[in-house]
């Protein structure tokens, strides 16, 4: 999260001087955006954690009817956690926004903007982070560090320096501060993709361990 911060606020301070707004407004928005983004992702972060002795206990117990229920339930009550949170965002930007003291028109309208487009993929984010939480529950912390690391480092990061480059050609409407509040959606959602291979990769050795066609260290 450091090396990410440096690398936005360097980001903002570089295009937000481009932009209508300002360095110091663009550094001011992004400011409440990851306030927000950070209390919507913690209660997800708790219900990964919650399920993760249910995990490992049942793994361990070779109970794997009860892993593949428990990891299904931490992913639908995570989804549905984001869901709530991502419609409360999206139905009441502007008084977020204004709890936090903004009141500039501009800068509200930028902030709003950011914030509904940073939390795009938030329905679905909790899926991510439960699933790889669930492999270091289960004794496989490589693969958990391997998806931790492709949300916030491996995915974000070269995507924060390239959007801001590439998008405006694409899409002449946003300019290069735009683009970077999209790196956050498109990073989350390749990390999903990952995750998802992740998992069923995981579900169909869990049906091999079931019927004991392989063994695996408890």
């Given at each position: 999260m450091a090396v990410v911060n440096f690398v936005i606020n360097h980001l903002l301070v570089q295009y937000g001087a481009l932009s209508p707004i300002g360095a110091d407004d663009a550094l001011a928005s992004i400011g409440v955006v990851q306030r927000v983004a950070m209390f919507?992702?913690?209660p997800l972060v708790g219900?990964?954690?919650?399920i993760q002795p249910l995990l490992?206990?049942?793994?361990?117990a070779k109970l794997i009817d009860r892993v593949r229920k428990t990891l299904w339930y931490g992913i639908a009550g995570a989804t549905v956690l984001g869901t709530?949170?991502?419609l409360v965002v999206h139905l009441f930007p502007e008084f977020i926004v204004g709890a936090f003291g903004i009141t500039h028109d501009?800068?509200?309208d930028f902030t709003v903007f950011a914030l509904k487009v940073q939390l795009l993929m938030l329905p679905f984010v909790g899926f991510q982070i439960v699933g790889s939480n669930y492999f270091q529950a289960t004794g496989q912390p490589a693969k958990s560090i391997v998806l931790s690391l492709t949300r916030q480092i491996l995915f974000l990061v070269p995507l924060l320096f390239a959007l801001p480059e590439v998008l405006p050609h694409i899409l002449p409407q946003f300019t290069g501060l735009d683009a970077l509040?999209?790196?956050t959606p498109m990073a989350d959602f390749l990390s999903i993709f990952v995750t998802v291979i992740f998992i069923i990769v995981e579900m169909k050795r869990l049906r091999k361990l079931e019927r004991g066609e392989i063994t695996a260290k408890f």
């Open positions: 919507t992702v913690l219900v990964a954690v919650a490992g206990f049942n793994y361990g709530v949170m991502w501009g800068l509200v509040y999209f790196a």
